[in-house]
């Protein structure tokens, strides 16, 4: 077994699920991506053609990979290349290619072109709910849209689906229509859909299920295979979001990690709590939820924060995680490393200079922030020069934020580095000062990147979407309307903030107290 998180990360399926299909589940759920939008103007091409479509794109591709023998999708995949070579092809020319070779594994009556039409043209992806009946020995799976909006909504996909009955061997079936029954299932075996994470989509069970689960990671985590391990969290803290289970839940599930010496699903652990975060951030439990993650991470911490060979990914995830809540050894450790580069010219780790930047931006005064703003023109790369315009948002300091949004404003910030400065506020003081200034000054904002897409798109996407409360939800509303001609193009980024900030609302007024009383019980 690697136990480096190297060998993890170079290990493709494991990267893959949680540096992409990770990532755009999370931006699917507000935005309701499809592959095939309806476009109306130029700036919508440049918001909807971008990573965001190639990642869903992705995620379809390995899902449909993986319903089949592995040889059969490569040798389609090259077929494809061979016969249409230099020619201007469709993508039902590909499914073509594929569906000569794999008729024996898909639905009956059923090829690949009509399977994928149902992924491609219609937004979100489907929840799988597995039910099980213990005395007729029979399992309900069904689907639905997650997060429908609507709830008279119909999608409905033809789904691969792939599962494991405690460790016995893989098995795989289609579900083509709402609901179907596996028969012949133990029932005192605990059961895993979605191995090793896929298929793009999420997975809720019955609260038995969910509790055998719980028990097997407890008792033995690494029967449940790597990638499961951080998406059974993520699912349950997506579902228990969304009311579809209880926060117990979740918070149960993540007992196990003092075991956990993995570095992906630690982090995809550590994604999962991120909108927990967002949420309790300006609420008066931030102080529970940080002493709930530095129970958490800090005996990984005092394991990993001095070890210089082996797990450096998840040493680096750690100590980033311990800092970003105030665990005291970790804070003291990068400021007494910021203030070692400050007056002696030491040299701070590369792979922590974010960590340690915005730790000591964020507990430090003007003139940390100052000698750090006077690094910029001599990082050599632009992902220092990132790392420091990320870091200078840090500050709680109102005054140091208004410097640094009229630095952006003015132009002493070149214009293709404005959207680090916006991606930077996330902690409250930053938030709450830059949404105002945005609303003050939204004429001359929107003059001066009307014609730069990527500004507009980051002050939306990377900004606003980390708002979350009522009185956000009314600004943001009277915002928009005043200038509605400037938001028309951005249309859909924008109601995708709307829908994450009232989630967010409805959620508070839902979960809150729930939460409470877990984090303080």
């Given at each position: 077994k690697a136990n480096d998180a190297s060998a993890e990360v170079n290990n493709w399926n494991s990267d893959f699920t949680l540096r992409i299909m990770q990532t755009i589940f999370r931006l699917d759920d507000f935005l309701e991506i499809t592959l095939e939008p309806n476009i109306t103007n130029v700036l919508q091409i440049n918001q909807l053609y971008d990573s965001i479509t190639h990642f869903k794109g992705s995620c379809l591709l390995r899902m449909l990979e993986n319903s089949m023998p592995e040889i059969l999708f490569e040798n389609g995949t090259q077929n494809f290349l061979k016969q249409w070579k230099y020619a201007t092809v469709s993508r039902n020319d590909f499914w073509n290619s594929i569906n000569a070779l794999a008729q024996d594994y898909l639905p009956p009556q059923t090829n690949i072109s009509d399977i994928m039409e149902t992924w491609?043209?219609?937004?979100?992806?489907?929840?799988?709910?597995?039910?099980?009946?213990?005395?007729?020995?029979?399992?309900?799976?069904?689907?639905?849209?997650?997060?429908?909006?609507?709830?008279?909504?119909?999608?409905?996909?033809?789904?691969?689906?792939?599962?494991?009955?405690?460790?016995?061997?893989?098995?795989?079936?289609?579900?083509?229509?709402?609901?179907?029954?596996?028969?012949?299932?133990?029932?005192?075996?605990?059961?895993?859909?979605?191995?090793?994470?896929?298929?793009?989509?999420?997975?809720?069970?019955?609260i038995d299920s969910w509790n055998q689960l719980i028990e097997i990671l407890t008792t033995n985590h690494e029967a449940i295979p790597l990638e499961n391990r951080g998406q059974l969290i993520n699912d349950a803290f997506k579902l228990a979001e969304n009311s579809l289970i209880s926060y117990e839940i979740p918070f149960n599930l993540t007992k196990y990690l003092h075991r956990e010496e993995r570095y992906i699903p630690w982090a995809s652990v550590l994604d999962s709590l991120e909108f927990l975060r967002d949420a309790l951030q300006s609420t008066y439990l931030n102080g529970a939820y940080e002493k709930y993650v530095k129970h958490l991470v800090s005996p990984l911490y005092d394991k990993m924060w001095n070890v210089t060979n082996g797990n450096q990914l998840l040493r680096k995830l750690t100590i980033e995680t311990a800092c970003s809540v105030n665990y005291e050894p970790c804070t003291n450790w990068a400021e007494n490393l910021f203030n070692e580069w400050m007056k002696k010219n030491i040299t701070v780790p590369s792979d922590l200079r974010k960590t340690i930047f915005c730790t000591a931006i964020r507990d430090g005064s003007e003139e940390e922030w100052n000698f750090l703003w006077n690094q910029i023109k001599s990082q050599k790369t632009n992902s220092d020069i990132e790392e420091v315009f990320i870091s200078l948002g840090c500050t709680r300091d109102t005054w140091l934020i208004n410097k640094y949004m009229r630095n952006a404003q003015s132009g002493t910030i070149p214009w293709q580095y404005v959207p680090y400065v916006w991606q930077s506020l996330g902690q409250p003081t930053s938030l709450a000062f830059g949404f105002q200034y945005l609303r003050e000054n939204w004429n001359s904002i929107y003059e001066a990147y009307k014609d730069k897409p990527i500004i507009l798109k980051a002050i939306i996407q990377d900004f606003l979407y980390k708002l979350g409360t009522k009185s956000d939800l009314e600004d943001l509303t009277i915002l928009v309307k005043k200038h509605e001609n400037d938001f028309q193009q951005l249309a859909p980024l924008v109601q995708g903030v709307v829908d994450r900030i009232k989630a967010r609302v409805e959620w508070s007024g839902r979960h809150l107290q729930e939460v409470e009383e877990i984090l303080l019980g």
């Open positions: 491609s043209s219609q937004s979100g992806y489907p929840l799988i709910t597995i039910i099980r009946n213990k005395t007729a020995g029979n399992l309900q799976v069904s689907q639905s849209k997650f997060q429908a909006r609507n709830e008279s909504d119909s999608s409905l996909w033809i789904v691969p689906l792939n599962y494991v009955i405690g460790n016995g061997d893989e098995r795989k079936l289609w579900l083509t229509n709402r609901s179907i029954t596996v028969a012949n299932v133990s029932s005192d075996k605990w059961i895993l859909f979605n191995v090793k994470r896929t298929g793009y989509y999420r997975v809720n069970y019955d």
